[in-house]
């Protein structure tokens, strides 16, 4: 049974720095597309990042492009977020997913979650 455990979330001031950490164990990392989704209070989860397999497919959200940066190491069956210039509308439940095949950019599309790690980006 795939499992996913995020960690790295924390209080920081708007414009720092924090990288969240995925860990995957019980699956076949290296078949798994993996993308980071966010979610606050109200709203829907929405998507951030996405990476594939092979890491020749990236994608990221509009509002992170050029500030945040998805990174994989199949070594250590663990995915990233590199996230600077932090803004305080970047404060959310960060997720990290799996799924087999393409990247993607759907929430629906992923078959595995994490519990999720708070970042809170104050101003």
């Known amino acids: 049974q795939v499992q996913l455990a995020e960690s790295g979330g924390d209080l920081v001031q708007a414009g720092g720095s924090l990288r969240l950490s995925c860990a995957a164990s019980?699956?076949?990392?290296?078949?798994?597309?993996m993308g980071w989704f966010r979610q606050t209070p109200g709203k829907e989860r929405e998507f951030v990042a996405a990476i594939s397999w092979n890491r020749i497919n990236i994608k990221y959200a509009d509002s992170v492009k050029g500030r945040f940066t998805i990174s994989r190491d199949s070594a250590k069956n663990t995915v990233y977020l590199q996230m600077n210039t932090l803004k305080p509308e970047d404060t959310a439940v960060y997720y990290c997913?799996?799924?087999?095949?393409?990247?993607?950019?759907?929430?629906?599309?992923?078959?595995?979650w994490g519990q999720g790690t708070q970042v809170t980006v104050s101003s």
């Open positions: 019980g699956g076949i990392f290296n078949t798994f597309s």
């Open positions: 997913a799996g799924k087999y095949g393409s990247t993607d950019f759907r929430m629906d599309a992923y078959g595995y």
